[in-house]
């Protein structure tokens, strides 16, 4: 069964930037399709960024221009490059991975269709 770490989180003040990394172990990472989830207290986890094996990614509205999702396969880590952080993006940031198939093509950010999750990385921004 494939294995995911997260690590980087921390507490920032607005404005800040912080890099969140995801090592998968256990299976081919170059394999699989990668999105980040945060989940603030008392809410479901919504998608932020997704990257699909080739490369081609997804943002949520209200983090485009401000995060940046990577894959480095040879590592088999993936990265979010947060910049210009703000108290709403406060919550426990999951890593997800799933093969690729096709409703993830048209939905990257359907929490249901990921198997694999990590522990979650706690990131709080405060203003």
């Known amino acids: 069964q494939v294995q995911l770490m997260e690590a980087g989180g921390d507490s920032v003040q607005a404005g800040g930037s912080l890099r969140l990394s995801c090592v998968v172990s256990?299976?081919?990472?170059?394999?699989?399709?990668m999105a980040w989830f945060p989940q603030a207290p008392g809410k479901h986890r919504d998608g932020i960024a997704a990257i699909r094996t080739n490369g081609k990614t997804n943002y949520a509205r209200a983090v485009r221009d401000r995060f940046t999702i990577s894959r480095d396969d040879a590592m088999n880590t993936l990265y979010l490059q947060m910049s210009d952080l703000k108290p709403e993006d406060t919550a426990k940031y999951y890593c997800?991975?799933?093969?690729?198939?096709?409703?993830?093509?048209?939905?990257?950010?359907?929490?249901?269709?990921?198997?694999?999750w990590g522990q979650g990385t706690q990131v709080t921004v405060s203003s």
């Open positions: 256990g299976d081919t990472f170059s394999s699989y399709y």
């Open positions: 997800a991975a799933q093969p690729p198939e096709q409703r993830l093509e048209h939905f990257p950010f359907m929490a249901g269709a990921y198997n694999s």
